[in-house]
């Protein structure tokens, strides 16, 4: 009799640790899930933002001859977000849809500083396009 008296607390040891294992790794697994979610929120918001800047840009550009200084703001604007991305995400889709937009973008400020005032901006709104899409959820 006294030894089944002396395996219950073991029991009940055994249940305790186990339940705390359990609860320690639904906290870390919620954690990476969070980090993950989070990760991806910041990506959707910095491509949102990317979209916006490109947009701009499309705008500074049919405006150049009025204010040249807006395209190299445009520019600016959506390397910067760039940075922002490329700063967060361990994702290699995503790392290259960033470095696809990032030589699309450096072409067209060559383009510029060479004084084409109408660049091709197509493989800027494609590769914005796809960090949209690598981006999304």
């Known amino acids: 009799m006294s ?17 705390t294992a359990a609860a320690a790794l639904t906290l870390l697994l919620t954690a990476t899930g969070c980090d993950a979610v989070g990760k991806a929120l910041d990506c959707v918001q910095t ?41 967060k995400s361990d994702n290699a889709d995503v790392n290259k849809a960033v470095d696809d937009l990032r030589a699309a973008v450096t072409n067209v400020r060559t383009a510029v500083k060479n004084g084409d ?21």
């Open 117 to 137: 005032q109408t660049p091709d901006l197509s493989p800027v709104t494609d590769a914005a396009g796809e960090l949209t899409k690598v981006c999304t959820p």
């Open 47 to 87: 491509a949102d933002s990317i979209a916006d800047s490109v947009t701009d840009l499309q705008q500074a550009v049919r405006n150049a001859a009025n204010d040249p200084t807006q395209t190299q703001e445009s520019l600016t604007s959506i390397e910067n977000d760039l940075d922002k991305i490329g700063d």
């Open 3 to 19: 030894t089944a008296v002396n395996r219950r607390p073991h029991r009940r040891r055994s249940t305790i640790v186990a339940a």
